[in-house]
């Protein structure tokens, strides 16, 4: 069984910071790719940033310069930071990865539990 497990979250003022982290753990051979997503109150969840294990990133257009995501491999942890935080930042944001299970031939994508971020003074 493989598991992510976020944390990081929390209420921040407008234009503060805050940093996520994602660990993987459990059964798994390896990581090709480690993500953001967010999903607002009645909104689609969408992509906030993706970084694969060769280092490879891309952003939403709404959060590029303002967020940075990073990975240590050896850790099997992502991390995402957050700058100059505005309130339609506010969310729940997911932890995902693109997974090889332990004895299994395919990538399979697993989500964390979310981890909700408030921009509000």
């Known amino acids: 069984q493989v598991q992510l497990v976020e944390s990081g979250g929390g209420l921040v003022q407008p234009g503060g910071s805050l940093r996520l982290s994602c660990a993987a753990s459990g059964r798994l051979s390896s990581i090709f790719a480690m993500g953001w997503y967010r999903q607002a109150p009645g909104k689609q969840r969408e992509l906030v940033a993706r970084i694969t294990n060769g280092g490879s990133t891309n952003y939403a257009e709404s959060v590029e310069g303002r967020f940075t995501i990073s990975r240590d491999n050896a850790k099997n942890t992502v991390y995402l930071q957050m700058n100059s935080l505005k309130p339609e930042d506010t969310a729940v944001y997911y932890c995902?990865?693109?997974?090889?299970?332990?004895?299994?031939?395919?990538?399979?994508?697993?989500w964390g539990q979310g981890t909700q971020v408030t921009v509000s003074s």
């Open positions: 995902n990865g693109l997974i090889q299970p332990i004895k299994s031939p395919a990538y399979v994508n697993y």
